[in-house]
């Protein structure tokens, strides 16, 4: 009895021995055989991403996933789409970059008529090095190769030619994710691009949200404290360009009594052990110098799991806009609210900080 690679070997080795027109045809003696193209890198083609069934299948995958995705992950708000309306034809839109959610971002809100009519300048190297992740890359995000670690003009000149074709550009000049936040050196490839397509620049700024991970309480260095808390709270301020003392009103996940003196502290509005105290002297009341869960928190109001974060912003977004009725503060200076919510057995956590425009 034949073994199962037998059997796989056999129509391999029967292929390999085919000649023509089963395979290529041989190079005749004495001419130089053609250079051999590679499909990964610069040289990856990405022309069929762009037909009409794989438009369809990107923009099913975008409608379907991708955006409601991102608006339970990062609640994204949109501000200056007016400049955008004597806009006319493909345009370049270039963006800070630092997550890799940055481009999902990017595609399910820009509008229309540029939403699904746009390409994607992604890494040759890194989205292209395979060409499985080619594939992926192209179908999924439109991505097409941009080489990042010299000048090719292949990149260009394809680049180039998708606009000239009026499809648009998403790129990221700073070449790659910032590795801690701040802006790093542009490269030229969008002004090149404006200047030769004769197409406007449109920059878009991404402010971020804080999200992390941690060792939830069950292997916990300790229990009166969310490393989770801490991380995300550190990337909402460093993103906001705030501090905890800032902030003038906050709901925090109190799924347990303990649970909102623990955030306070995680969180930066009181020193480690002084959360208590501070619900004493009544400084988390509604009348107090910092206000926690004006909404009655997840105690009184009900928690019902992921609703429990909508709920927080909502009561946030109220109170700034002085909407919150009789629970609305007494503050005409109301301007940052943040919003604690977190997941599992606290080892998962984000943090919102939202400012009244």
Same mark, same amino acid.
């Given at each position: 009895?034949?073994?199962?690679?037998? #059997?796989?070997?056999?129509?391999?080795?029967?292929?390999?021995?085919?000649? $023509?027109?089963?395979?290529?045809?041989?190079?005749?003696?004495?001419?130089?055989?053609?250079? =051999?193209?590679?499909?990964?890198?610069? !040289?990856?083609?990405? !022309?069929?991403?762009?037909?009409?069934?794989?438009? #369809?299948?990107?923009?099913?995958?975008?409608?379907?996933?991708?955006?409601?995705?991102?608006?339970?992950? %990062?609640?994204?708000?949109?501000?200056?789409?007016?400049?955008?309306?004597?806009?006319?034809?493909? %345009?370049?839109?270039?963006?800070? /970059?630092?997550?890799?959610?940055?481009? %999902?971002?990017?595609?399910?809100?820009?509008?229309?008529?540029?939403?699904? /009519?746009?390409?994607?300048?992604?890494?040759?190297?890194?989205?292209?090095?395979?060409?499985?992740?080619? %594939?992926?890359?192209?179908?999924?995000?439109?991505?097409?190769?941009?080489?990042?670690?010299?000048?090719?003009? =292949?990149?260009?000149?394809?680049?180039?030619?998708?606009?000239?074709?009026?499809?648009?550009?998403?790129?990221?000049?700073?070449?790659?994710?910032?590795?801690?936040?701040?802006?790093?050196?542009?490269?030229?490839?969008?002004?090149?691009?404006?200047?030769?397509?004769?197409?406007?620049?449109?920059?878009?700024?991404?402010?971020?949200?804080?999200?992390?991970?941690?060792?939830?309480?069950? !292997?916990?260095?300790?229990?009166?404290?969310?490393?989770?808390?801490?991380?995300?709270?550190?990337?909402?301020?460093?993103?906001?360009?705030?501090?905890?003392?800032?902030?003038?009103?906050?709901?925090?996940?109190?799924?347990?009594?303990?649970?909102?003196?623990?955030?306070?502290?995680?969180?930066?509005?009181?020193?480690?052990?002084?959360?208590?105290?501070?619900?004493?002297?009544?400084?988390?009341?509604?009348?107090?110098?910092?206000?926690?869960?004006?909404?009655?928190?997840?105690?009184?109001?009900? /928690?019902?799991?992921?609703?429990?974060?909508?709920?927080?912003?909502?009561?946030? $977004?109220?109170?700034?806009?002085?909407?919150?009725?009789?629970?609305?503060?007494?503050?005409?200076?109301?301007?940052?609210?943040?919003?604690?919510?977190?997941?599992?057995?606290?080892?998962?956590?984000?943090?919102?900080?939202?400012?009244?425009?």
């Amino acid at each position: 009895m034949k073994s199962l690679r037998d #059997l796989v070997d056999t129509p391999r080795r029967a292929v390999a021995k085919a000649s $023509f027109p089963l395979r290529a045809a041989p190079t005749p003696n004495g001419v130089e055989p053609a250079p =051999r193209r590679r499909n990964t890198g610069a !040289d990856y083609v990405t !022309d069929w991403a762009r037909r009409y069934p794989a438009r #369809l299948g990107r923009a099913a995958l975008i409608e379907g996933v991708i955006a409601p995705a991102m608006s339970l992950i %990062a609640s994204p708000e949109r501000a200056g789409l007016d400049r955008l309306e004597d806009l006319e034809g493909p %345009a370049i839109f270039v963006a800070n /970059h630092h997550s890799h959610l940055d481009t %999902a971002l990017m595609l399910s809100t820009l509008p229309d008529p540029w939403r699904h /009519h746009i390409v994607v300048g992604a890494a040759a190297d890194y989205f292209f090095g395979s060409p499985i992740t080619g %594939a992926l890359s192209a179908f999924a995000i439109g991505a097409i190769p941009i080489e990042r670690s010299k000048v090719g003009r =292949r990149s260009a000149n394809l680049a180039r030619d998708l606009i000239d074709d009026g499809w648009s550009l998403l790129l990221f000049p700073e070449g790659g994710r910032s590795p801690d936040g701040w802006g790093q050196p542009f490269r030229g490839g969008a002004g090149y691009l404006a200047v030769r397509c004769g197409v406007p620049v449109v920059p878009v700024h991404i402010v971020g949200t804080g999200q992390a991970t941690g060792r939830p309480l069950h !292997d916990a260095d300790e229990l009166t404290s969310l490393s989770a808390a801490k991380e995300a709270a550190s990337q909402a301020y460093g993103m906001a360009g705030v501090t905890a003392q800032d902030i003038q009103v906050a709901e925090v996940h109190d799924c347990f009594t303990i649970a909102e003196i623990i955030a306070t502290e995680d969180l930066g509005f009181f020193a480690p052990g002084e959360g208590p105290r501070a619900v004493d002297e009544g400084r988390t009341s509604r009348d107090g110098d910092r206000p926690i869960n004006t909404s009655g928190g997840l105690k009184a109001k009900g /928690h019902p799991v992921g609703a429990s974060g909508v709920g927080q912003v909502i009561e946030v $977004f109220h109170q700034l806009r002085g909407e919150a009725g009789e629970r609305q503060l007494k503050k005409p200076d109301l301007e940052l609210g943040l919003t604690h919510n977190v997941g599992g057995t606290g080892g998962t956590c984000v943090v919102n900080i939202m400012r009244r425009g």
